[in-house]
């Protein structure tokens, strides 16, 4: 008898990778959307006051170009401080949605995702709130 270790986890399985203020990133962690490979890599990155933007353009870089990432959660404020790096990305994978902060309300008018529906349907999104 041969003890057979089956991997159920392939290649094409996709993450949600997740760039965010602190209480956001731990909320999804709590939710358990967080984990963390072999390498100590982890697919969460926690922005705050002290955070650079050369740091935050870095870690967003990284997780476009990863084969598994299916879908990027940010901050809108966050998301703001990279808006020319967020509005370059035209693939459908990774997806990038950008979430409201409790600081902060969501403006669905910077909102990327929004903005291509816009232009797509040639509609008006000023009065949605």
Do not use: W
């Not at 084969?67 to 509005?87: F, P, T």
């Not at 693939?91 to 409201?100: G, H, N, R, V, Y």
């Amino acid at each position: 008898m041969s003890s057979r270790r089956y991997n159920f986890f392939s290649e094409t399985d996709l993450k949600i990778y997740i760039i965010g203020d602190e209480d956001t990133v731990v909320g999804f962690l709590l939710a358990g959307i967080g984990f963390r490979d072999g390498l100590g890599k982890k697919n969460f990155f926690i922005v705050n006051s002290k955070t650079k933007k050369t740091e935050i353009e870095e870690v967003f870089k990284e997780y476009i170009s990863k084969h598994d990432c299916g879908v990027i959660l940010m901050n809108q404020q966050i998301a703001d401080e990279i808006r020319y790096l967020v509005d370059l990305h035209d693939k459908i994978l990774p997806t990038i949605l950008e979430i409201p902060s409790k600081d902060k309300p969501f403006d669905p008018n910077k909102d990327s995702i929004i903005q291509r529906v816009k232009l797509f349907l040639g509609g008006d999104i000023s009065n949605i709130k």
